[in-house]
């Protein structure tokens, strides 16, 4: 089965700095990987994912991932913050049984 | 563009009582799923189905809970004898073959 861990329950960053969310998963087999985010009193929208091939992925809104087979890692990296991109993001993984999984969530806070 | 809609978008329910969440997956997809999130908490898997039946399910997912697809666009979660704790946010999603999951915007369930 496969399992997701977000290092960091809350990350705040000032406007303009790097934001970086951190996620580990756990896969017998090869993973997709997904980044959500929520905000406030919404649903899940999907901000990127990684399925095959090129391992840096680029997603909506500036954000990208990448892809570390070495590391079990897909951490989710922004140049530059913004406020509009306070949110809760969650890291997910699903494999050949199309289950879904996601991790705890991370909430990210810019600071004016 | 295609969405995954929940009916109703809040529920208020006494507790003992049996509710129904609805959703209507994307016409075209072939897999859906119900998770859950508690207030301030992470998402949880509920269960997956295919095929007209359930493909996996979670230690969550025990006898008080059902799924059904009752004719070719509507898929339900039917919850019964609804207990406090299972106040949350609903989530049905659905998707293609190893492509990611779209979203509803979530059924909000209060058991009071």
């Known amino acids: 089965a496969q399992s997701v861990t977000q290092l960091g329950s809350h990350v705040s960053v000032s406007e303009g700095a790097l934001v970086l969310l951190r996620c580990n998963y756990s896969?017998?087999?090869?993973?997709?990987l997904f980044w959500y985010v929520q905000y406030p009193n919404q649903g899940l929208q999907l901000l990127l994912k990684?399925?095959?091939?090129?391992?840096l992925v680029k997603g909506i809104n500036g954000f990208e991932a990448e892809f570390k087979k070495s590391e079990t890692s897909f951490h989710l990296t922004k140049p530059s913050a913004h406020m509009s991109d306070a949110a809760e993001y969650f890291c997910?993984?699903?494999?050949?049984?199309?289950?879904?999984?996601f991790g705890a969530g991370t909430r990210l806070t810019v600071k004016p | 563009e295609p969405e995954v809609t929940q009916t109703p978008s809040h529920q208020v329910t006494q507790m003992g009582q049996e509710v129904i969440l609805r959703c209507v997956p994307i016409?075209?997809?072939?897999?859906f799923y119900w998770y859950r999130q508690i207030l301030g908490q992470k998402v949880e898997f509920l269960v997956s189905?295919?095929?007209?039946?359930?493909?996996?399910k979670s230690e969550i997912f025990d006898d008080q809970f059902s799924v059904e697809r009752p004719d070719g666009s509507n898929f339900t979660l039917k919850i019964r004898s609804t207990k406090l704790e299972d106040s949350a946010m609903y989530f049905c999603?659905?998707?293609?073959?190893?492509?990611?999951?779209?979203f509803g915007q979530g059924t909000r369930l209060t058991v009071v």
């Open positions: 997910a993984v699903s494999a050949n049984n199309n289950d879904m999984r």
């Open positions: 896969s017998s087999v090869p993973p997709y």
């Open positions: 990684y399925t095959t091939g090129a391992t």
């Open positions: 016409s075209n997809h072939l897999y």
């Open positions: 189905f295919y095929n007209n039946e359930i493909s996996e």
């Open positions: 999603a659905s998707n293609q073959r190893n492509t990611e999951a779209f």
